[in-house]
């Protein structure tokens, strides 16, 4: 066999390979750190930006969706902090603990991070890579192992972002907001970088909003690494209503430990390119792991979700649910892969994902896949796509309901499967009005 | 003691000596000089007596191919294979086109009747017991390395209109029809191994069924790799014209040989207006042994293209053997109204891999298509279903069903599914699921609580795991199917 | 007469430990019902996949002989054609096995271990189709999988159906009644009654008397900690309905 050619730099690859290079000196981190970033770097400048041939990417060609690199964002100035305070209004009033990173950074004067209950701590990612032996040493690039470009791109140029650390038994009750904003009419380019670490029997609720200016073509790389201890209970809710020209690329790695509850659900409306990654590895035993997610995409749309979940301990139960609801010229891709390793016997999963398209000119992708290696297992997926049930649809209308209304109720009760399972009751009621809003607005 | 286990521990006992066509003919060849060059396919070509264009189309093919780079996104691993230590064609010495079976060399004769092949026309597959008087006839080609030796029932074919006949000879019978339609379902530019096989390929069955007419009886193709160090790269085309019907079934196997051989085929159909074609097939190339040691590299391109409106075809696949199978019968659905089907049980055991699966791509408007595949892995193989489904833009009230699922016999082995589902209209409705499971072991002791055998009961389950597929094939068919089953298990199935 | 079921000093664990059949002795002669009545987890269900072999259980001491043949040396097919017949609480359910073809293949199994001269298929079907009828089991119902989509009731049915068509000598009936409604449980219970003759043994495992009124034993057993504590004639069913196992437990502890 040939060997592979290296394909030729794009534009975006040169100057990310550029902005590497001026950043290094000022970017946060040690030595250690310093090495580390080199190497995802390297990573990176091997791979290039994710294209067609890159299986787990098939469906996003990110060197053609991102033909240039934007600079980094500067630190945020008084006016950008004024412009984030209002940010997050999907999920106010909801009395969460919010932190606040305004264009990259963690803005503590803005955070609320008074009366941290017993066992909980909570600090910038810049301040915790810098110091000599903080938890980024131990965890950072040790969760999961995951060679993907668009992580190592990432890890190299991580700027600031939030470590929350819950000690062993600790029970969190109030909800953790982080509400990440892009303020500016300047398109700019943040790499944010989080760690979220539960020790044994913790417990806690992490929220994640994320949205800037409508007509700026600005880029979020954003990161979030967990360890769920043994025992442990996390959940985690993600909510995408980006800009309508910002590409958004977010990677979360999880490792879950004997017996703990695991969940993750997934919200994105807006954004022109979103592409949500997340990689689980079941480490131990009897883990239960929930996964969900809900697009709602409209005009030229086109958001990815790649799910990569490692069954490597026996007895654990998943379920992955997603929807998504396209309309216009959107674009929905799923990749759902379930690997279960030859030990983990007695292994429960079970995967469904369904697209609804709303117009002529949608398009939706599956692949949802499985990988077994061991026998006493019970594991399946199911894919949908289709349009609305038009029987239903003309039973209600007989019933008196508008065709739009009657469309919004169907499609409520479409995303509804995934929303139910969302714990915060406040939570599953924004998401649902975000639902309706969305579906009532579109043209 | 768990019953599983025990059956588990029984398939890794098994043992070489389990694959029944084994044996080796002895009988002299005539083969091209070793390895692949300009100079070779002209011998080809030449051998075959070819048109310049037929010359030209493969010469083309090869400085193609000479660009383009093996696939790696299978899941199957193998050492790089040297394209220049095969012989790309072999034929038995002295041969010449036979005009009766009192021509064929009777070595090769004996071949086909140890397999159960049966050339002469008042005979049946073996093994099935059918009153004489209701046995339904079958056309056999039967293609022994590189040529066909005999092709059987060509007058009562030939009454009907009906052409089945070497492809070589239906060049030089045919020409405008194999010009006409030859290539244009699986073009040059299509895969690394179909280019290569435009090259090279030797020999193959060539069917044209015209308008209007039922075939009259099932037509079948057995292919059988006999010489050391050959290449076998057949090519089948059948064309089935406006309202007419067609059932065809191919079947191989080849040498125990410690050495890997290659065979890359394509086979080409074409439907046009309402016409059907079922294409069936048993393949039980040799596997290898139990460490992995020889067997088939079965990298095969098969295409069936829905041309006319509401034309149908249907792939049915039983793949017991091969040491690689890298293999995916795909339907366009390009008429209107037309339909597509794969039905298909791979097993795999010992150090056998299993890549394959189906592409159904839906071009045409109210076109349906169906998919039912049954994985099933022992021993230390890896099985894995690849499958595409698509709506292109204009593919309104396109429908698909697909239903894969997967049964593993012991932890040593993999089973995988990786489908692709893809559309692009709002009216297309896909629906698609898939399971893995394991044979459960409370099942089978109901079974044995009920005075069955440890083997029968998981003859009987998995029996049960195939049964929908089993039932699309022709009965006949569906009897070999289910004995080769039944031995490709052997250890756990009795 | 020579006992067709004879359990002595039976010791049995679950497969990693736990102690289930604890010096258990039981003599059945042909002909006999005998019914094992006790509270949930005395280990009933236990008793009947020990006898049936059933993997996951280890025999740690004692013997079973069943018409004179170490029963525990033998695979549970082997068992079944010996005669031994388990009647499964929950029947497992066998997708794309028809009933028919299921149980031809039970029957001339277990015919050819035994050397006898296996049914054609006609022969078969006749006679499935005649005991079917008795049971309200159609030819409907012989066609789909095997207790794929049943009912309970229709699940205890084709139970029984297997049982009268395979003729046993011991039928080991585990909570037969579970999950009948009256009129399923009297289908069966006839169904059961039917095959009562000098050379056919019951063993009837239940909880709750309700099923010996149909099926009516000739000793009573009650069953605790793994061995049986206590024996008697019908009318001890009728007596532990009225005072439960409270006392039989002390005795067993």
């Known amino acids: 066999m040939a060997a592979t050619v290296r394909p030729m730099k794009t534009g975006a690859e040169l100057a990310l390979a550029e902005i590497f290079s001026a950043a290094r000196p000022a970017l946060p981190g040690g030595p250690d750190i310093a090495a580390q970033r080199a190497a995802a770097f390297d990573t990176f400048a091997d791979a290039g930006l994710p294209h067609r041939r890159v299986e787990t990417w098939k469906y996003t060609d990110l060197r053609a969706l991102m033909r240039d690199a934007k600079p980094l964002a500067p630190l945020p100035d008084a006016d950008a902090k004024a412009q984030a305070a209002t940010a997050g209004a999907l999920l106010g009033g909801l009395g969460f603990r919010r932190l606040f990173l305004v264009n990259g950074t963690f803005v503590p004067e803005l955070s609320d991070l008074t009366d941290l209950e017993s066992g909980l701590s909570i600090s910038s990612m810049a301040d915790a890579l810098a110091a000599p032996a903080g938890l980024p040493a131990t965890y950072l690039g040790r969760t999961v192992s995951s060679s993907d470009a668009v992580l190592a791109l990432n890890t190299a140029l991580m700027g600031d972002g939030v470590v929350v650390h819950v000690a062993a038994g600790a029970v969190v009750a109030r909800p953790i907001e982080m509400v990440f904003v892009t303020t500016g009419e300047t398109a700019v380019a943040t790499f944010t970088r989080s760690l979220v670490v539960l020790e044994e029997g913790a417990s806690a609720t992490f929220l994640e909003t994320h949205e800037g200016p409508a007509g700026v073509a600005y880029q979020v790389n954003t990161a979030l690494e967990m360890v769920v201890g043994a025992g442990a209970s996390v959940e985690r809710i993600k909510i995408t209503t980006e800009g309508a020209e910002a590409v958004h690329l977010a990677t979360m790695l999880a490792r879950v430990e004997t017996g703990a509850r695991f969940a993750n659900t997934f919200f994105t409306s807006g954004g022109s390119v979103v592409r949500n990654q997340l990689l689980v590895h079941l480490a131990g035993e009897g883990i239960n792991a929930h996964m969900g997610g809900v697009s709602l995409l409209a005009g030229k749309q086109h958001a990815d979700t790649m799910l990569s979940l490692d069954h490597a301990a026996p007895s654990c139960e998943s379920r992955e649910s997603f929807r998504a609801v396209l309309d216009g010229t959107a674009q929905d891709i799923f990749q759902g892969k379930i690997a279960v390793r030859q030990a983990a016997q007695k292994t429960d999963a079970r995967m469904l994902s369904r697209a609804l398209l709303l117009s002529e000119t949608a398009e939706s992708c599956n692949k949802p896949e499985l990988e077994i290696f061991a026998d006493d297992v019970q594991c399946g997926h199911g894919c949908t796509t289709g349009t609305l049930d038009q029987q239903i649809k003309f039973y209600l209308m007989a019933r008196g309901i508008p065709a739009k209304e009657a469309e919004a109720l169907l499609i409520q009760a479409f995303v509804g499967e995934v929303l139910d399972a969302v714990g915060p009751e406040g939570v599953r009621t924004a998401l649902s009005e975000a639902t309706r809003a969305w579906l009532l607005g579109r043209e | 003691m768990a019953a599983v286990q025990d059956t588990v521990e029984q398939v890794r006992s098994i043992d070489v000596d389990q694959y029944k066509y084994g044996f080796e003919t002895n009988i002299e060849s005539e083969k091209a000089p070793k390895g692949l060059s300009e100079e070779v396919i002209r011998y080809i070509s030449a051998k075959k007596d070819e048109p310049e264009w037929m010359l030209q189309w493969r010469l083309d093919a090869y400085s193609r191919w000479l660009t383009m780079q093996e696939p790696e996104w299978a899941r199957v691993s193998y050492p790089p294979i040297d394209y220049q230590d095969l012989y790309y064609y072999s034929q038995p010495k002295k041969f010449k086109a036979p005009k009766s079976l009192d021509e064929v060399d009777p070595e090769i004769l004996k071949t086909y009747e140890k397999l159960g092949i049966p050339l002469r026309e008042q005979e049946i597959l073996a093994g099935v017991e059918i009153p004489e008087g209701e046995r339904p006839k079958i056309a056999v080609d039967a293609v022994f390395d590189s040529v066909s030796v005999a092709t059987t029932f060509k007058e009562e074919l030939k009454a009907a209109g009906v052409i089945f006949m070497p492809i070589s000879e239906a060049l030089r019978e045919h020409p405008d029809l194999v010009k006409q339609y030859l290539g244009s379902v699986v073009p040059a530019t299509d895969n690394y191994y179909a280019t290569l096989n435009q090259a090279v390929f030797s020999d193959g069955s060539f069917v044209y069924i015209p308008p209007g007419v039922r075939c009259p009886m099932e037509l079948s193709t057995y292919f059988r790799i006999n010489e050391k160090n050959t290449g076998q790269f057949e090519r089948t085309l059948i064309i089935a014209d406006k309202g007419s019907y067609v059932s065809y079934l191919e079947g191989c196997t080849a040498p125990m040989r410690d050495e890997n051989q290659l065979h890359a085929a394509v086979v080409e159909l074409v439907a046009l207006d309402d016409a059907e074609i079922k294409y069936s097939t048993v393949q039980n190339w040799y596997p290898g042994d139990a460490e992995g040691k020889g067997g088939i590299y079965n990298f095969v391109t098969k295409r069936g293209d829905c041309r006319g409106k509401n034309s149908k075809i249907s792939w049915t696949q039983v793949e017991t053997g091969s040491a690689i199978t890298w293999k995916y019968p795909s339907c366009v659905l390009r008429g209107e109204g037309s339909s597509g089907e794969f039905y298909s049980i791979a097993i795999s055991n010992g150090r056998q891999q299993v890549d394959s699966g189906t592409k159904m791509i839906h071009l045409g408007k109210n076109t349906t298509s169906r998919i039912i595949s049954k994985g099933i892995s022992a021993g230390k193989s890896n099985n894995t279903y690849r499958g595409l489904v698509s709506a292109h833009r204009k593919a309104a009230g396109a429908r698909n069903f697909t239903n894969c699922d997967s049964l593993l016999i012991g932890d040593n082995c993999g089973a995988h599914t990786v489908p692709y589902i893809e559309a692009k209209n709002p009216t297309a409705q896909f629906e698609h699921e898939a399971t893995t499971s394991k044979i459960s072991e409370d099942m089978l002791f109901y079974c044995m609580q009920r005075g069955l055998s440890q083997e029968d009961a998981v003859a009987l389950v998995v029996n049960g795991f195939v049964r929908d597929v089993l039932q699309q094939l022709p009965m006949e068919f569906a009897v070999e199917a289910q004995k080769l089953i039944s031995i490709s298990l052997e250890g756990s199935v009795g | ?253």
Do not use: W
């Not at chain 3, 699940?155 to 039928?171: I, S, V």
């Open chain 3, 1 to 253: 007469m020579a006992p067709l079921l004879e359990i002595k000093d039976l010791h049995a664990e679950i497969a990693g430990g736990r102690k289930i059949i604890n010096g258990m002795n039981l003599t059945i002669n042909p002909g006999e019902v005998h019914a094992i009545m006790g509270p949930n987890g005395a280990g009933k269900s236990t008793l009947s996949y020990v006898l049936s072999g059933k993997p996951g259980y280890e025999i740690t001491g004692g013997e079973v002989l069943f018409r004179g043949v170490n029963l525990l040396e033998l695979s549970p097919d082997e068992r079944a054609a010996q005669g031994m017949f388990l009647c499964f609480q929950y029947p497992l359910e066998i997708p794309g096995v028809s009933n028919m073809a299921f149980l031809h293949t039970a029957v001339n199994s277990q015919r050819k271990k035994r050397g006898e001269v296996e049914l054609t298929s006609p022969e078969l079907v006749r006679k499935v189709r005649e005991l079917g009828k008795t049971l309200g089991i159609d030819a409907d119902m012989l066609k789909r999988p095997v207790n794929v989509g049943f009912s309970g009731g229709e699940k205890k049915r084709n139970e029984t159906l297997q049982m009268m068509l395979l003729e046993p000598y011991l039928c080991v009936l585990d909570e037969a009644d579970s999950g009948l409604d009256i009129d399923a449980l009297k289908v069966v219970s006839n169904g059961v009654n039917a095959l009562r003759s000098p050379e056919r043994s019951m063993l009837v495992i239940t909880h709750y008397q309700r099923l010996l009124d149909y099926i009516v034993p000739d000793v009573v057993h009650v069953f605790s900690a793994g061995r049986i504590v206590h024996s008697g004639g019908k009318e001890l069913a009728l007596e532990l309905e009225a005072t439960g196992y409270a006392q039989y437990q002390n005795e067993a502890a």
